[in-house]
């Protein structure tokens, strides 16, 4: 059974750091392709960064440079790690993962879905 499960949101200040976890069950996280997605109130949802299985890595133009995607094989988990955090990067995360593709990781292909972990960021 395939399961994706986030932890590790929670409330910063602005120019904190988060590390969202994705424990994954049902396949194996180093052969498809991985991602985190987070979705504010109001707007749609949007991809943040993605990981294929070669661990080439895409992302977002608005976490260049402070966002980073990772995972651990041994724990099946994957992880993002959020520095320099913007009142802007509030919302809630998802983990999402693409089970037909390990490579040409695309946004609009993810279909398996965590249920989501929520990011507060404060001024």
């Known amino acids: 059974q395939v399961q994706l499960v986030e932890s590790g949101g929670g409330s910063v200040q602005a120019g904190g750091s988060l590390r969202l976890s994705c424990a994954v069950s049902?396949?194996?996280?180093?052969?498809?392709?991985m991602g985190w997605f987070r979705q504010a109130p109001g707007k749609l949802r949007e991809g943040v960064m993605l990981l294929d299985s070669a661990g080439g890595t895409r992302f977002a133009d608005s976490v260049k440079g402070r966002f980073a995607i990772s995972r651990d094989n041994a724990k099946n988990t994957l992880y993002l790690l959020m520095n320099s955090l913007k009142p802007e990067d509030a919302g809630m995360y998802y983990c999402?993962?693409?089970?037909?593709?390990?490579?040409?990781?695309?946004?609009?292909?993810?279909?398996?879905w965590g249920q989501g972990t929520q990011v507060t960021v404060s001024s």
């Open positions: 999402a993962a693409d089970l037909i593709r390990g490579s040409y990781c695309a946004y609009e292909l993810f279909g398996y």
């Open positions: 049902g396949f194996p996280v180093s052969t498809y392709c």
